[in-house]
Protein backbone atom coordinates (compact mmCIF):
# COMPACT_ATOMS: atom_id res chain seq x y z
CA UNK A 1 0.00 0.00 0.00
CA UNK A 2 1.46 3.43 -0.72
CA UNK A 3 -0.67 5.56 1.09
CA UNK A 4 -3.44 8.23 0.09
CA UNK A 5 -2.79 8.94 -3.38
CA UNK A 6 -4.27 12.55 -5.69
CA UNK A 7 -3.90 13.19 -8.89
CA UNK A 8 -3.34 15.48 -10.12
CA UNK A 9 -0.47 17.23 -8.64
CA UNK A 10 -1.21 20.35 -9.87
CA UNK A 11 -4.19 21.78 -12.41
CA UNK A 12 -3.90 25.23 -13.89
CA UNK A 13 -7.45 26.16 -15.38
CA UNK A 14 -8.86 28.92 -16.47
CA UNK A 15 -12.32 30.72 -14.73
CA UNK A 16 -15.41 29.18 -15.85
CA UNK A 17 -14.34 25.59 -16.81
CA UNK A 18 -15.36 22.25 -14.65
CA UNK A 19 -12.75 20.19 -12.49
CA UNK A 20 -12.13 16.82 -11.35
CA UNK A 21 -10.09 15.82 -8.78
CA UNK A 22 -9.27 11.98 -7.79
CA UNK A 23 -8.33 10.49 -4.06
CA UNK A 24 -7.22 7.18 -3.66
CA UNK A 25 -7.32 5.74 0.02
CA UNK A 26 -5.51 3.13 2.25
CA UNK A 27 -7.16 0.43 0.87
CA UNK A 28 -8.81 -0.58 4.69
CA UNK A 29 -9.46 2.72 5.08
CA UNK A 30 -13.15 3.08 5.17
CA UNK A 31 -13.39 6.80 5.97
CA UNK A 32 -12.79 9.31 3.35
CA UNK A 33 -12.19 13.14 4.13
CA UNK A 34 -11.63 16.59 1.38
CA UNK A 35 -10.02 19.68 3.23
CA UNK A 36 -8.97 22.84 1.76
CA UNK A 37 -6.26 24.51 2.22
CA UNK A 38 -5.46 28.56 1.50
CA UNK A 39 -2.01 29.78 1.42
CA UNK A 40 -1.16 30.46 4.91
CA UNK A 41 -3.77 28.68 6.85
CA UNK A 42 -4.68 25.60 8.12
CA UNK A 43 -6.70 22.98 5.92
CA UNK A 44 -10.21 23.30 6.41
CA UNK A 45 -13.13 20.74 6.53
CA UNK A 46 -14.89 20.30 3.17
CA UNK A 47 -16.74 16.86 3.67
CA UNK A 48 -16.41 13.03 4.55
CA UNK A 49 -17.53 9.80 3.64
CA UNK A 50 -17.83 6.36 5.24
CA UNK A 51 -17.66 3.81 2.69
CA UNK A 52 -19.71 5.07 -0.29
CA UNK A 53 -22.06 7.62 2.00
CA UNK A 54 -21.31 11.01 2.48
CA UNK A 55 -22.09 11.69 5.91
CA UNK A 56 -21.23 15.87 6.13
CA UNK A 57 -20.56 18.39 4.25
CA UNK A 58 -19.59 21.81 4.92
CA UNK A 59 -20.92 25.15 4.51
CA UNK A 60 -17.38 25.63 2.30
CA UNK A 61 -19.10 23.02 -0.12
CA UNK A 62 -20.79 25.40 -2.32
CA UNK A 63 -23.26 23.93 -5.12
CA UNK A 64 -20.67 24.13 -7.64
CA UNK A 65 -18.74 21.20 -5.42
CA UNK A 66 -19.33 17.86 -5.58
CA UNK A 67 -18.04 14.81 -3.94
CA UNK A 68 -18.64 11.00 -4.83
CA UNK A 69 -17.28 7.80 -3.63
CA UNK A 70 -18.91 5.19 -5.50
CA UNK A 71 -18.64 1.73 -4.43
CA UNK A 72 -16.48 3.00 -1.50
CA UNK A 73 -13.06 3.14 -3.04
CA UNK A 74 -11.96 6.01 -4.69
CA UNK A 75 -13.56 9.16 -4.57
CA UNK A 76 -13.83 12.97 -6.87
CA UNK A 77 -14.12 16.15 -6.03
CA UNK A 78 -15.48 18.43 -8.83
CA UNK A 79 -15.67 21.54 -8.89
CA UNK A 80 -17.72 23.74 -11.27
CA UNK A 81 -17.93 27.10 -13.00
CA UNK A 82 -14.85 27.60 -11.27
CA UNK A 83 -14.04 31.14 -9.65
CA UNK A 84 -10.68 32.74 -8.76
CA UNK A 85 -11.38 32.30 -4.93
CA UNK A 86 -11.54 28.43 -5.94
CA UNK A 87 -7.71 28.17 -6.29
CA UNK A 88 -6.07 26.40 -3.03
CA UNK A 89 -4.70 23.24 -2.49
CA UNK A 90 -7.28 20.22 -1.92
CA UNK A 91 -6.04 17.79 0.41
CA UNK A 92 -7.28 13.84 1.13
CA UNK A 93 -7.20 11.88 3.84
CA UNK A 94 -8.52 8.62 5.31
CA UNK A 95 -8.97 6.74 8.36
CA UNK A 96 -10.21 3.87 10.07
CA UNK A 97 -13.90 4.01 11.64
CA UNK A 98 -13.37 6.20 14.55
CA UNK A 99 -10.82 8.37 15.56
CA UNK A 100 -7.77 6.41 17.22
CA UNK A 101 -6.03 5.72 14.43
CA UNK A 102 -5.22 9.56 12.93
CA UNK A 103 -5.72 10.24 9.69
CA UNK A 104 -3.31 9.94 6.56
CA UNK A 105 -3.23 12.48 4.13
CA UNK A 106 -2.10 12.71 0.67
CA UNK A 107 0.32 15.34 -1.13
CA UNK A 108 -2.71 16.92 -2.36
CA UNK A 109 -4.34 18.93 -5.63
CA UNK A 110 -2.80 22.77 -6.10
CA UNK A 111 -5.27 24.11 -8.36
CA UNK A 112 -5.15 27.66 -9.92
CA UNK A 113 -7.84 28.98 -11.62
CA UNK A 114 -6.62 31.93 -14.17
CA UNK B 1 -16.79 24.92 18.75
CA UNK B 2 -13.57 23.53 18.49
CA UNK B 3 -10.72 26.07 18.07
CA UNK B 4 -6.82 25.27 17.73
CA UNK B 5 -4.37 28.21 17.88
CA UNK B 6 -0.51 27.77 17.40
CA UNK B 7 2.10 29.98 18.45
CA UNK B 8 4.59 31.44 17.21
CA UNK B 9 3.21 32.04 13.90
CA UNK B 10 6.39 31.97 12.72
CA UNK B 11 10.09 31.14 14.05
CA UNK B 12 13.84 30.79 12.74
CA UNK B 13 16.67 29.40 15.10
CA UNK B 14 19.81 28.65 14.48
CA UNK B 15 21.12 25.08 13.21
CA UNK B 16 21.69 22.83 16.35
CA UNK B 17 19.15 24.76 18.80
CA UNK B 18 16.51 22.72 20.72
CA UNK B 19 12.64 24.48 20.46
CA UNK B 20 9.87 24.20 21.16
CA UNK B 21 6.27 24.72 19.07
CA UNK B 22 3.28 25.34 20.95
CA UNK B 23 -0.55 24.40 20.31
CA UNK B 24 -3.89 25.41 22.38
CA UNK B 25 -7.41 24.19 22.15
CA UNK B 26 -10.84 25.14 23.64
CA UNK B 27 -12.48 21.77 24.12
CA UNK B 28 -10.11 19.45 26.13
CA UNK B 29 -12.64 16.57 25.61
CA UNK B 30 -10.76 15.33 22.84
CA UNK B 31 -9.76 11.64 21.41
CA UNK B 32 -6.36 12.35 20.78
CA UNK B 33 -4.13 15.33 18.94
CA UNK B 34 -1.76 14.42 16.04
CA UNK B 35 1.38 16.79 14.85
CA UNK B 36 1.55 17.19 11.23
CA UNK B 37 4.27 18.03 8.98
CA UNK B 38 4.09 20.07 5.84
CA UNK B 39 6.78 21.40 3.12
CA UNK B 40 6.66 23.88 0.65
CA UNK B 41 3.36 23.04 -1.91
CA UNK B 42 3.29 19.42 -0.42
CA UNK B 43 0.67 17.73 1.39
CA UNK B 44 1.19 16.77 5.31
CA UNK B 45 3.15 13.97 6.81
CA UNK B 46 2.21 12.96 10.38
CA UNK B 47 4.66 13.26 12.33
CA UNK B 48 3.15 11.91 15.94
CA UNK B 49 -0.57 11.28 17.13
CA UNK B 50 -0.95 11.41 21.16
CA UNK B 51 -3.99 9.43 22.54
CA UNK B 52 -6.20 11.17 25.13
CA UNK B 53 -5.19 8.42 27.54
CA UNK B 54 -0.87 9.33 27.06
CA UNK B 55 1.16 12.22 28.06
CA UNK B 56 3.54 12.33 25.32
CA UNK B 57 4.70 10.40 22.44
CA UNK B 58 8.21 10.39 20.85
CA UNK B 59 9.66 9.71 17.47
CA UNK B 60 13.39 10.19 17.20
CA UNK B 61 14.23 14.11 17.81
CA UNK B 62 10.86 14.75 18.19
CA UNK B 63 8.58 14.68 21.60
CA UNK B 64 4.62 15.38 21.87
CA UNK B 65 3.20 16.18 25.06
CA UNK B 66 -0.43 16.55 25.75
CA UNK B 67 -2.20 18.25 28.81
CA UNK B 68 -5.54 17.97 28.21
CA UNK B 69 -6.79 19.76 31.12
CA UNK B 70 -5.14 22.23 30.30
CA UNK B 71 -5.98 22.68 26.31
CA UNK B 72 -2.44 22.32 25.53
CA UNK B 73 0.09 20.22 23.32
CA UNK B 74 3.96 20.95 22.53
CA UNK B 75 6.29 19.40 20.33
CA UNK B 76 9.89 19.80 21.54
CA UNK B 77 12.50 19.25 18.50
CA UNK B 78 15.93 18.46 19.71
CA UNK B 79 19.10 19.33 18.05
CA UNK B 80 17.46 21.05 14.94
CA UNK B 81 18.42 20.79 11.85
CA UNK B 82 17.99 23.02 8.59
CA UNK B 83 16.02 19.76 6.73
CA UNK B 84 13.76 20.37 10.07
CA UNK B 85 12.65 23.80 8.19
CA UNK B 86 8.92 22.88 7.22
CA UNK B 87 5.58 24.52 8.79
CA UNK B 88 3.91 22.11 11.65
CA UNK B 89 0.22 21.95 11.96
CA UNK B 90 -1.82 20.24 15.19
CA UNK B 91 -5.04 18.98 14.69
CA UNK B 92 -7.42 17.86 17.38
CA UNK B 93 -11.01 16.05 16.41
CA UNK B 94 -13.81 18.27 16.56
CA UNK B 95 -16.39 15.44 16.38
CA UNK B 96 -16.18 11.66 15.03
CA UNK B 97 -15.95 12.84 11.50
CA UNK B 98 -13.37 15.65 11.15
CA UNK B 99 -10.48 17.06 12.66
CA UNK B 100 -9.43 20.68 13.28
CA UNK B 101 -6.40 22.39 12.48
CA UNK B 102 -3.99 25.36 13.44
CA UNK B 103 -2.76 27.53 10.53
CA UNK B 104 0.84 26.33 11.63
CA UNK B 105 3.88 27.37 12.69
CA UNK B 106 6.26 27.99 9.83
CA UNK B 107 9.74 27.37 11.34
CA UNK B 108 12.94 28.02 9.49
CA UNK B 109 16.15 26.75 10.45
CA UNK B 110 19.62 28.76 9.90
CA UNK B 111 22.63 26.46 9.19
Known amino acids: DTGVSQDPRHKITKRGQNVTFRCDPISEHNRLYWYRQTLGQGPEFLTY????????KSRLLSDRFSAERPKGSFSTLEIQRTEQGDSAMYLCASSTTGTGDGYTFGSGTRLTVV | KQEVTQIPAALSVPEGENLVLNCSFTDSAIYNLQWFRQDPGKGLTSLLLIQSSQREQTSGRLNASLDKSSGRSTLYIAASQPGDSATYLC??????????FGSGTRLSIRP
Open chain 1, 49 to 56: FQNEAQLE
Open chain 2, 91 to 100: AVPSSASKII
